[in-house]
């Protein structure tokens, strides 16, 4: 089962603080014979090898190189480049479902990928909630609803090939402010692609010990 989803993960040496959580739980989640690919974007190799040790026996697992820059952009172009490798990897492949699942968001529900093929036929991109600040508190409430939406954040959602056969993740540079996942949703939109969030989807946006993310630290 799963055989034709392929779960993207990318991650950096700053999300070090959540390995054993999100990586305990995408192991015990009922995923079948999804294949899971983990692709570090840390500006050095050392964390590479640590997950390399721990997790090669799950997933295939890669660096990725991003030269060091602006540091205003640094962590919209590693996301960039860490989405570049794995639609590449997705599209080599025999894959229908190409599913991201960020290192710092955890499916409350460990049958969270039957949740999205139950609805797959709903809608093209198709989002998890998991961000409070921008999920509306409604949607967390009540029965289990598919709900159209104009940007399905990336941290935990399904991309129908179709979209990702026409459309690749990319940033402007301009505005590095404006990640991967809302340009996605720009241009399936403006496509005519179908974009909406599943309620039942529920997840965990994990923090560290002082209730940040990680990401001050990403240079």
């Known amino acids: 089962m799963f055989e034709n989803v392929f779960i993207a993960v ?35 190799a050392d964390y590479f090898h640590t997950l390399y040790d721990r997790y090669n026996m799950h997933a295939y697992v890669d660096h990725i190189i991003v030269n060091r820059g602006d540091s205003k952009t640094q962590f919209v172009r590693n996301v960039e480049a860490s989405l570049y490798g ?12 190409f599913i991201i699942l960020e290192s710092d968001v ?11 093929i139950e609805v797959v036929d709903q809608a ?16 967390w409430q009540g029965p289990s609803r598919i709900i159209s939406t104009h940007h399905a954040l990336s941290g935990c959602t399904l991309y129908k090939r179709s979209v990702l056969e026409r459309f690749a993740f990319r940033s402007v540079a301009e505005n590095p402010g404006v990640f991967p996942d809302a340009l996605m949703c720009l241009d399936a939109r403006e496509a005519g692609f ?10 965990t946006h994990l923090v560290d010990n002082h209730g940040g993310r990680g990401i001050e630290n990403i240079n």
């Not at 991109?125 to 999920?135: A, D, P, R, S, T």
Request: overall charge negative; hydrophobic content about 35%.
């Open 10 to 44: 990318y991650t950096h040496q700053c999300k070090s603080y959540c390995d054993k959580e999100f990586f305990g739980n995408l192991f015990a989640s009922d995923i079948g014979s999804a294949s899971v690919a983990i692709v570090d974007n840390s500006l050095d």
């Open 124 to 139: 093209d991109i198709i989002g998890g909630l998991y961000y409070e600040g921008f999920h509306a508190p409604d949607m």
């Open 86 to 97: 794995l639609r590449r990897m997705f599209l080599g492949g025999d894959y229908e479902y």
């Open 194 to 203: 179908k974009i909406a969030n599943y309620t039942k989807i529920q997840c």
């Open 106 to 116: 955890k499916p409350k529900d460990k049958m969270w990928l039957h949740y999205f």
